[in-house]
């Protein structure tokens, strides 16, 4: 018989206990905060109707989504079968669309405004590569319920409050309106339809260049001197200029989320406007903000306004606006590095006992160490203690306790 491959699904990975540790750290820390600040957890599946997953607006994730087949005498496939007539549940790409279906279905029961919480894997069939998995950790906060700009402020300053707190410092808010920028593409000379098209090039300013924009834009097939005009102004336009660019509500609402943003800050991370910033969802309707960190070439955090989604599924649309922090990227920063591990690592002690000891006195003693703030592991001894010690202090332990002869942790530094 052939030997069952041991390797996890393409796409997919084990998470080994040293990347556990720091996993389970940070989801904690993060928690910790978001429950502070009056967010409350709440939980979704994993598996949602189909129909829900293709009508939610999604942009390129719809073109990634894990489709589950349908049972028994459901499944009648003829040559003319679409994916609906094949499939009627799929796995989620993201927790916002849960969460408004989740909402539209216990809204009665809810508090209003309601801030949520939510932490758990979503599911995307990606190409496989460095950092992008078909399975990952995603962390959102939301407000649903409150139409003015307070809830955006709130999810800005709160979201900074988690990243502060995990040790992260030299990060940036980019904030947008997609409004906004829609009534610019469209006061030079582009059609509503172009809108679309002409936004993912942009969003790509801070990779390809506007040079690159340009050249994308016009290969597609669009005037020149149009793409010149639009490219060089979205440039040019800086918050100081942007009421003058746009008279609209929106306008004065994005320049108050930014000094406000700005004063809440308090020097501790930069808010900046960047009138390039798009987010890849359809479903945004309004104002949009994205987190970079200084040395880092991608965002660690983003959301937005999404005032439509909710009457899809409700008699009446609600207004919302979330925030999701990138928890697999931060992970991979964290592993990397990128900022200290804390003192929970340097807590960590291992108890040796002989295989004779008596188990009742010897959990004793490790509960005994565990009330004094130890993460304790228990460890038959070996006739090598001593290499067998070197062992746990080569892997990071902080310090080491014999059962029966030390009578107190002894620390390795």
Known sequence: MATISAKPVRGTRDILPDEMAVRERLERTISDIYAAHGFTRVETPALENIDLLLGSEGGENLKMLFTVLKRGSKFKPTAESGVTDLCDIGLRYDLTLPLSRFYAGHAETLDMPFKALQIGNVFRAERPQKGRFRSFKQCDIDIIGEPSVSAEIELIHTTAAALLAIGFHDFTVHI???????DFILSHGFSAEDIGAVCIALDKADKIGADGVKAELTDRGYDEDKVTALVDGVGAVTVDTLESVSHSDAAADLINVINTSKTLAKGRYAVEFDFHLIRGMGYYTGQVFEITLDGVGYSVAGGGRYDN????????????????????????????GFIPSDETTRRKVALFYESDADMAEVIAASEKLIADGYHVSLVKAKKKLGKQIGQYENAGYAGMMVFGRDEQVKLFD
């Open 176 to 182: 947008n309106d997609r409004r906004l920028l829609s």
């Open 309 to 336: 989604m909710i009457g899809k599924y409700a008699k009446k649309s609600v207004p919302a606006v979330g925030f999701s922090i990138g928890f697999e990227r931060i992970v991979g920063l964290i592993m990397d």
